[in-house]
C-alpha cells in the first residue's frame, strides 16, 4: 500500500537544489561539480542490505512454507481423525444393540428349550419327542424353526455389526496416530520457525547502523545526479548559444519535411524526429529543440528538490501531474488525470523520446500511474512518491506513452487504459508494499525436492545490467517442470538476457517472470491457472548454468519474490528499506508514542481531526509501525494467525490497530470509518471486513487516498 510524499532520505536535497540558478540559454557546465554517479551507485548500497535481509528471509520463509503446510495437514488429519472416531463410535454402539437383541433371542431360545448352536436344521429337529402329538410336533417344528433362523440371522448381524466396529475403530487408532503425529511435525516445524525468525530479527536489527548510513550516502548521491542532469541541460544549451541558434516557435518546426531555411532534420536510427530540427556545429547535427521546449524543461529543473505531495500543484509540493503541469504551462495546461493527459497530445515512439516530451508510466491492466518530464540519458525529472521530492530518476520499464505537447493534438484517437484501485498502489514512481492476489494461496515455480534455493533477490554484481539481481534464482536440472505461481494472461519473450521468458500478467499490476527456460509451453496470449506447466528450466541467455530465474513485478518494479511465495502476500520495499527496519529517523511520530511512514502520518492526523469533530475526541490507536523484532516476537506467540516476520503492513509503516469503538462491527465509530476514512487514504482491507477470512474491524491500512 502506498500513499503520499515522504520525508525521506532526500530531505536535504531542497537545500542543494534551492542555490540552482534556472538555467539560461547561455548557462555552462560547471566544472566543479562532482564525478558522475550511476543510478546503480545510488541503489546499491541500500540494495546490498535489502540482499542481506532477503537471504536472512529466505530461510525463514522456506521454513514457513514447511510449517504452514504441515499445520494444513495437521488440521486435516485432526478432522480426519475425529471423523473416524464419532464414526467408530457410531460403529460400536450399532454393535452393541445388534449384541443385546442376540441375547435376547439367545434367552427366549433357552427358555423355549432350543439349543443357542446355531446353523444346524437337525438339531432343531432333535426337539420333536418332547411333543405330545403330531400336531404339536409340526406346531413346535414350526416355531422352532422360525425362531432359528431369526437367531441365525441375528448371529450374523451382531457378528458383522462387531467386525464393523472393529474395523472402525482400528482405522480410527491409526488416523488419531496420523494426526497426532502431524500436530507434532507442525509444533516442531513452528518451534523451527520461531526461532529462525528471532535469529533472523538479531541479524536485522543489525543492520540499522548500516542502514542510516546508506541512507545517508543515498542522499548525497540523488543530490549529485539532480546537479549532473542538470549540468548536461546547461551544456547542451551552451551549445546552442556557441553555435548562434535561436530557439525556433514550435510550430515552425512541427513538420521535419518542412523546416525553416537553415535547418535540417534531426534523425535517429535515420527517422525523423517530429517537432525537432538540426544545425551542423563542429561536423556534426546539433539537435535544434523549440523554444516552448527549453523553456518547459527549464522550468522542470527548477522544481527540483520540492517536496512531494498527494494532488500537489505548487508552489510548495508537486504531486504525479503537479510538476509536469507546471514545467509546460502557460504553453499548455495538463488535464487534471493522466487518461486524460495521454487522449491531449501527440504520442511519438519510445525510441524518438526527446527532453520536455511528457512520459506517462502505467500498464494496461492497472492505468497510469505516474508521470515526468524526460531528459537525455533515459532520465526523466518527475514528482517522485519514493524519493519524496521532485527528482532526477531513470525512465522506468513501465513507461506507457511518450507525448509531445508542441506536436498538438493526436492525429488520431489515443485511448488510455482504463485506471484500476490499484493503480493508486503505485503513484508516482513508488513500490507498492501489498498486492492483492486472490486467494492468497501461490504455487511454487518449481516442484518441492527438484530444486536448491540461489542468488537472492536484491544482490548487486556487475553481471546484471541494472547493478542488482531482480529475482529469485532456483538452481534445477535441465528439463524440470516449471509451473505457474497463479492464475494470469501470457506472454512470451525473448530478451537477450533471459533467452526465452515467461511474463505472466496476474492484474492488478502484479506480474510474474519466468526466464532461461529450456522450453516454453504456453502460447503467446493465453491464460493460464496455478500450477500449470508453463515450460521447463533451462540455461538460455545470460546465465551462469541451470536455473529459473523467477521475478515478481508490481507496477513494474521488481520485488522480493519469496516473502510472496511463502504466504501468498506482498513484498514491497520504500526507501531502499527492508519491511520492520526502517530507522525512526525515517518515521513521523504519532500520539502515544506510535509512528508511521510519513505520508501515511500525515493522513492519519487529518482522519483524526474529522473524526474527532463527530465524536469529541481523537482516533484511539494501540498499534502502528512494527519493528522486524517485534513482528518475530508476535509470530512467535500466534505463528497461525501473524503474519511472516517482514511482509506485516504495519512493517511498512502503513497499517495501524484501532480502538474506542472502531475495533467492533457495528458500532457507529466503526460505520464511520467505513464512511470516511477512504477520503484520507485510509482502507478496511477485504480480508479484515466482517465475513472475510480474518476479521479484525481495528486493522485499517493507508494506500488509496482519492486524488
Known amino acids: 500500500m502506498l500513499g503520499n510524499g515522504r520525508r525521506l532520505r532526500l530531505a536535504a536535497l531542497g537545500a542543494v537544489v534551492a542555490v540552482l540558478a534556472l538555467p539560461t540559454y547561455a548557462a555552462v557546465a560547471d566544472p566543479t561539480l562532482p564525478p558522475p554517479a550511476s543510478v546503480t551507485d545510488v541503489n546499491r548500497s541500500l540494495e546490498q542490505l535489502q540482499a542481506e535481509a532477503a537471504a536472512i528471509q529466505i530461510d525463514v520463509a522456506k521454513a514457513t512454507v514447511a510449517y504452514t503446510n504441515a499445520l494444513q495437514t495437521a488440521q486435516t488429519a485432526e478432522a480426519a481423525a475425529k471423523k473416524a472416531e464419532a464414526f467408530a463410535a457410531g460403529t460400536q454402539a450399532k454393535s452393541q444393540v445388534e449384541r443385546r437383541r442376540l441375547g435376547l433371542l439367545t434367552a427366549q431360545a433357552y427358555q423355549m428349550g432350543i439349543p443357542t448352536v446355531m446353523g444346524t ?40 455389526a462387531e467386525s464393523t466396529a472393529g474395523t472402525a475403530t482400528a482405522d480410527a487408532a491409526a488416523k488419531r496416530a496420523a494426526a497426532d503425529k502431524a500436530t507434532q511435525t507442525a509444533n516442531e516445524l513452528g518451534k523451527t520457525v520461531r526461532e529462525k525468525a528471532a535469529s533472523a530479527a538479531m541479524a536485522m536489527e543489525g543492520q540499522l547502523a548500516d542502514l542510516a548510513g546508506a541512507t545517508q550516502l543515498s542522499k548525497q548521491l540523488q543530490s549529485t545526479r539532480n546537479q549532473q ?5 546547461q551544456t547542451y544549451l551552451a551549445e546552442l548559444t556557441a553555435a548562434k541558434v535561436t530557439p525556433p516557435a514550435a510550430a515552425t518546426i512541427k513538420n521535419p519535411f518542412n523546416l525553416p531555411t537553415g535547418l535540417t532534420q534531426y534523425k535517429i536510427a535515420g527517422q525523423p524526429v517530429p517537432g525537432t530540427a538540426a544545425v551542423a556545429s563542429a561536423g556534426r547535427a546539433l539537435r535544434v529543440l523549440p523554444a516552448e ?7 522542470a529543473f527548477s522544481l527540483m528538490g520540492k517536496p512531494y505531495g498527494v494532488g500537489g500543484t505548487g508552489p510548495d509540493k508537486y504531486g504525479c501531474l503537479g510538476a509536469a503541469r507546471a514545467a509546460w504551462q502557460p504553453y499548455t495546461t495538463l488535464a487534471g488525470l493522466a487518461t486524460s493527459v495521454y487522449g491531449s497530445y501527440q504520442k511519438v515512439p519510445n525510441s524518438l523520446v526527446q527532453p520536455g516530451d511528457i512520459l506517462l508510466i502505467g500498464s494496461r491492466s492497472v492505468g497510469l500511474f505516474h508521470v515526468g518530464i524526460a531528459l537525455d540519458n533515459a ?26 505537447p508542441t506536436l498538438g493534438k493526436p492525429a488520431k484517437a489515443q485511448v488510455a487504459p482504463a485506471t484500476t ?9 513508488n513500490t507498492a508494499t501489498t498486492v492483492d492476489v486472490g486467494t492468497g494461496a501461490w504455487t511454487w515455480p518449481l516442484a518441492e525436492g527438484t530444486y536448491e534455493i540461489g542468488t537472492p533477490f536484491g544482490q548487486s554484481g556487475a553481471m546484471w545490467s541494472s547493478g542488482i539481481h531482480t529475482g529469485q534464482d532456483f538452481p534445477a536440472s535441465i528439463g524440470t517442470p516449471v509451473r505457474a505461481v497463479t492464475a494470469g494472461t501470457v506472454r512470451v ?23 532461461h527456460l529450456s522450453a516454453v509451453d504456453v502460447a503467446d496470449g493465453s491464460t493460464v491457472t496455478a500450477g500449470q506447466r508453463i515450460g521447463a528450466v533451462g540455461t538460455e541467455g545470460n546465465s551462469t548454468g541451470p536455473h529459473l530465474h523467477f521475478e515478481v513485478r508490481l507496477g513494474g518494479d521488481a520485488v522480493n519474490p519469496m516473502p510472496f511465495l511463502a504466504t501468498g502476500g506482498a513484498g514491497g520495499n520504500w526507501g531502499g528499506y527492508s519491511n520492520g527496519l526502517i530507522p525512526q529517523s525515517q518515521l513521523c511520530s504519532l500520539p502515544n508514542g506510535h509512528s508511521l511512514r510519513c505520508d501515511a502520518a500525515a493522513a492519519y492526523q487529518q482522519l483524526s481531526s474529522a473524526y474527532k469533530q463527530t465524536f469529541g475526541k481523537s482516533l484511539c490507536i494501540t498499534d502502528s509501525y ?24 504495519h512493517g511498512w509503516g502503513v497499517a495501524v490497530d484501532l480502538c474506542g469503538g472502531v475495533d467492533k462491527f457495528g458500532t457507529a465509530q466503526y ?33 488509496n487516498a482519492r486524488t
Not at 436344521?121 to 416355531?143: G, H, K
Not at 521546449?293 to 522550468?299: D, G, P
Open 121 to 160: 436344521e437337525s438339531m432343531l429337529w432333535s426337539l420333536a419327542p418332547v411333543a405330545e402329538n403330531l400336531q404339536e410336533i409340526a406346531d413346535r417344528q414350526t416355531s422352532i424353526r422360525q425362531l432359528g433362523s431369526t437367531q441365525v440371522a441375528q448371529y450374523k448381524a451382531a457378528t458383522a
Open 421 to 429: 484501485a490499484s493503480a493508486a498502489s503505485f503513484r508516482c514512481g
Open 379 to 404: 532520465e526523466m525529472i518527475a514528482a517522485d512518491e519514493a524519493k519524496g521530492s521532485v527528482a532526477v530518476s531513470s525512465i522506468p520499464d513501465s513507461l506507457y506513452a511518450a507525448l509531445r
Open 671 to 703: 460505520q464511520w470509518m467505513v464512511s470516511h476514512a477512504g477520503a484520507y487514504g485510509w482502507v478496511h482491507p477485504s480480508w479484515a471486513k466482517q465475513g472475510g477470512n480474518r476479521e479484525e474491524p481495528w486493522h485499517w491500512e493507508f494506500g
Open 229 to 233: 542532469a542538470l549540468a548536461s541541460w
Open 493 to 515: 519473450e525473448h530478451p537477450a538476457w533471459a533467452g526465452n521468458l515467461v511474463r505472466i500478467d496476474h492484474g492488478n499490476g502484479l506480474e510474474t517472470l519466468y526466464a
Open 626 to 649: 512494527r519493528s522486524y523484532s517485534s513482528q518475530v516476537s508476535l509470530y512467535g506467540r500466534k505463528p497461525s494467525l501473524a503474519a511472516l516476520p517482514g511482509t506485516s503492513n
Open 293 to 299: 521546449t527549453i523553456r518547459a524543461v527549464n522550468q
